[in-house]
């Protein structure tokens, strides 16, 4: 074999081991269903009115895969799906995975899908979008079902908001489990309330409850009731969504406190908050499509919080960023704020 051959071969090998180091520095947890999930993870929401073109996000996510992420958060209505499986399917090809099984992918179920004929085909959709043949993860996107629009629209209305059927829509569920097109399943955004009437007719239980959880959202109640039941947590905005519109907010990125403990450990602040959602047990999606601090969210691996620092974080004033008021209506399912989240609020 000629010498440059070798030399090519050498290098891309320990290009490859190098990634598989990093990615197996991120913990995993097992969910009820015996699967792994890293605890960190990619989240690929539009933070703009719209995300990057196709090509470039391609590889900004297989940036994140080089430096070393192997489990991402998509939706049917974030748009990404189509380039994550592009990325996936590039990042095998260069060697950067070696195959399917080394990547963990969560998509979500639409709230404009969540009858129960319509659960098994906007899968296979997602799926097909992904070119893939299963999901690691499938997750009921809103405790909601709204009569218009597409799965891709974001767009919300409150008049079109009808009854959830949540007992039809997690049986249709149950059969994409069933089937193997999704290996775990699960839910976004339910309160205790609504796990609880889950649990009760579910073969099935949701691996995961997927919510928004920050230092200013601590999800405590939340926390408590999921791990009585072997729910998996995942936190969606661990730093407040900094500013983005309808529900995001500078009050994590902004926090004094946390501003004083990062400068004492010498982190960034966005380190600090993802650390202590992250020493909470749960699975941390951050987001960045940021090459440096793509990076940057994976180091809070080795260094902990100490418990003066707990203490002072466990006092900040506490505030839900996503109020949830597009889902109300006089004449729809939740007549208030309150009614939509059973009083967790």
Not at 8 to 33: E, W
Not at 76 to 88: D, I, K, N, P, T
Not at 192 to 220: F, G, I, Y
Not at 263 to 275: G, N, P, T
Request: aromatic fraction near 10%; proline fraction near 5%.
């Amino acid at each position: 074999m000629p010498r440059s051959r070798i030399f090519s071969l050498s290098f891309h090998l320990s290009v490859y081991l190098i990634i598989l180091v990093m990615a197996m520095f991120v913990p995993s947890v097992v969910l009820n269903s015996g699967h792994e999930v890293p605890l960190i993870g990619m989240g690929t929401a539009p933070t703009a009115p719209t995300l990057p073109p196709k090509d470039e996000l391609i590889s900004i996510f297989v940036d994140a895969i080089e430096a070393g992420y192997r489990h991402f958060d998509t939706a049917a209505s974030y748009g990404s799906e189509e380039a994550l499986g592009g990325a996936v399917a590039e990042a095998l090809q260069r060697g950067l995975i070696k195959n399917r099984e080394e990547v963990f992918i969560t998509s979500k179920l639409w709230y404009t899908e969540t009858q129960h004929d319509l659960v098994l085909p906007a899968l296979k959709r997602t799926l097909a979008r992904l070119r893939m043949d299963y999901l690691d993860l499938y997750l009921i996107h809103w405790p909601v079902t709204m009569k218009n629009g597409s799965e891709e629209e974001i767009k919300l209305v409150n008049e079109d908001v009808i009854p959830f059927d949540m007992k039809g829509t997690w049986e249709a569920m149950e059969e994409c489990y069933k089937l193997g097109l999704a290996k775990s399943i699960g839910v976004c955004n339910f309160s205790c309330t609504k796990l609880s009437q889950l649990l009760h007719h579910a073969t099935v239980p949701p691996a995961n409850n997927q919510v928004e959880m920050h230092v200013t959202w601590r999800q405590d109640k939340m926390l408590e009731f999921c791990r009585e039941k072997g729910i998996q947590v995942s936190a969606w905005s661990p730093l407040g969504a900094n500013g983005i519109p309808f529900w995001g907010n500078h009050a994590v990125m902004q926090n004094p406190v946390l501003k004083d403990i990062a400068i004492h450990k010498q982190k960034s602040i966005a380190q600090v908050a993802l650390r202590w959602v992250y020493e909470q047990g749960v699975s941390v999606l951050v987001k960045s499509f940021n090459k440096d601090r793509m990076k940057e969210n994976l180091q809070i691996l080795d260094w902990e919080l100490n418990n003066e620092e707990i203490a002072r974080i466990q006092e900040i004033p506490q505030c839900r960023g996503f109020k949830g008021d597009a889902f109300v209506h006089p004449n729809g399912p939740y007549k208030s704020v309150d009614e939509f989240w059973d009083g967790e609020i």
